[in-house]
């Protein structure tokens, strides 16, 4: 059973340390052993507690009700929760934090079932929107906070992987289309998430893809695009990186192959500028890739975003 600090519950559940303690002081919702030093360690059960505590008070409980619940009676409550919001497009937090829970105590078929739920009532681009990425940012993953429960990071990451790729197997090949993409991270980035989903989404409109995934050197990313002349170069910037760095691979592809589209994503105002800078389109939302998708003029007309 996994060790957690009470900053970990904090970043977990999105709830400040200082509620979590006066909820325990207050109503006894959680009882974390302690250190030697009085430093609080809580366990998965307690973690998925907490969780179980913000769904309800997100629906509306009060935190003194919420607090006179049995074990089987918050179970029921949080049964009825997930029904409802798998009935409307309303309370996915609910839904998110069921997932958190299997992620945290690595149960893989209540991920798998609340996936599949999810897909079924929503679709893959909504779940993804709705539930995938605020699950990722919970965790740190898309923020880069290596030093939060790693293992559940990588747990979490290589089930969406899983489940995408398998998204995109389902979808028929393109060819000789209007155009063609090559998705690819550079050789200081790993976070591929983003870039995957992207894969299923230009596929889905029915372009071509050619999916190069993770720390790709330049010089084996220049051969390809020789070989394969895409009409189009994406790739995401996750990780913090040195400015010259990004700018060095930018400016590469636009000296080089001043024929493509050059695209990126990624949160950074510094990656923005970049962008600007050397004219690359900056794509910042689902809808701006829609966009560049139905554009008629993309095959060769770079497009500012």
Same mark, same amino acid.
């Given at each position: 059973?996994?060790?957690?600090?009470?900053?970990?519950?904090?970043?977990?559940?999105?709830?400040?340390?200082?509620?979590?303690?006066?909820?325990?002081?207050?109503?006894?919702?959680?009882?974390?052993?302690?250190?030697?030093?009085?430093?609080?360690?809580?366990?998965?059960?307690?973690?998925?507690?907490?969780?179980?505590?913000?769904?309800?008070?997100?629906?509306?409980?009060?935190?003194?009700?919420?607090?006179?619940?049995?074990?089987?009676?918050?179970?029921?409550?949080?049964?009825?929760?997930?029904?409802?919001?798998?009935?409307?497009? *309303?309370?996915?937090?609910?839904?998110?934090?069921?997932? %958190?829970?299997?992620?945290? +105590?690595?149960?893989? @078929?209540? /991920?798998?079932?609340?996936?599949?739920?999810?897909?079924?009532?929503?679709?893959?681009?909504?779940?993804?929107?709705?539930?995938?990425?605020?699950?990722?940012?919970?965790?740190?993953?898309?923020?880069?906070?290596?030093?939060?429960?790693?293992?559940?990071?990588?747990?979490?990451?290589?089930?969406?992987?899983?489940?995408?790729?398998?998204?995109?197997?389902?979808?028929?090949?393109?060819?000789?289309?209007?155009?063609?993409?090559?998705?690819?991270?550079?050789?200081?980035?790993?976070?591929?998430?983003?870039?995957?989903?992207?894969?299923?989404?230009?596929?889905?409109?029915?372009?071509?893809?050619?999916?190069?995934?993770?720390? *790709?050197?330049?010089?084996?990313?220049?051969?390809?695009? %020789?070989?394969?002349?895409? +009409?189009?170069?994406? @790739?995401? /910037?996750?990780?913090?990186?040195?400015?010259?760095?990004?700018?060095?691979?930018?400016?590469?592809?636009?000296?080089?192959?001043?024929?493509?589209?050059?695209?990126?994503?990624?949160?950074?105002?510094?990656?923005?500028?970049?962008?600007?800078?050397?004219?690359?389109?900056?794509?910042?939302?689902?809808?701006?890739?829609?966009?560049?998708?139905?554009?008629?003029?993309?095959?060769?007309?770079?497009?500012?975003?």
């Amino acid at each position: 059973m996994s060790s957690y600090s009470i900053k970990d519950l904090e970043r977990i559940s999105n709830m400040k340390a200082h509620t979590i303690r006066i909820w325990e002081q207050r109503y006894g919702l959680l009882e974390p052993d302690r250190t030697d030093t009085n430093i609080r360690s809580y366990n998965d059960d307690q973690v998925k507690k907490l969780l179980n505590v913000c769904t309800l008070l997100d629906r509306g409980m009060k935190i003194s009700k919420i607090g006179k619940l049995s074990k089987s009676e918050m179970a029921s409550e949080i049964e009825k929760v997930i029904h409802d919001s798998f009935q409307g497009d *309303v309370h996915v937090e609910a839904i998110i934090n069921q997932a %958190l829970i299997g992620i945290t +105590t690595f149960n893989v @078929s209540l /991920f798998d079932e609340i996936f599949s739920n999810a897909v079924k009532k929503f679709g893959l681009k909504k779940t993804y929107i709705k539930i995938l990425y605020p699950l990722l940012v919970r965790t740190g993953l898309m923020w880069v906070k290596d030093d939060l429960l790693p293992s559940q990071e990588h747990f979490l990451s290589n089930l969406i992987r899983q489940k995408l790729f398998a998204a995109i197997d389902a979808l028929p090949v393109a060819t000789h289309t209007d155009q063609k993409w090559i998705l690819f991270l550079n050789e200081e980035e790993d976070h591929e998430i983003g870039l995957l989903f992207a894969y299923y989404m230009i596929r889905q409109m029915g372009k071509e893809v050619v999916y190069l995934g993770a720390r *790709v050197p330049f010089r084996d990313l220049s051969p390809v695009i %020789l070989g394969c002349e895409p +009409t189009h170069a994406y @790739s995401f /910037f996750v990780r913090n990186q040195f400015d010259d760095q990004i700018e060095t691979l930018l400016g590469n592809l636009r000296t080089e192959f001043p024929q493509i589209n050059v695209c990126v994503s990624g949160g950074s105002e510094k990656l923005k500028k970049i962008a600007s800078k050397k004219g690359v389109n900056l794509i910042e939302t689902i809808e701006n890739l829609t966009d560049i998708l139905i554009s008629p003029n993309a095959q060769r007309t770079p497009t500012q975003i």
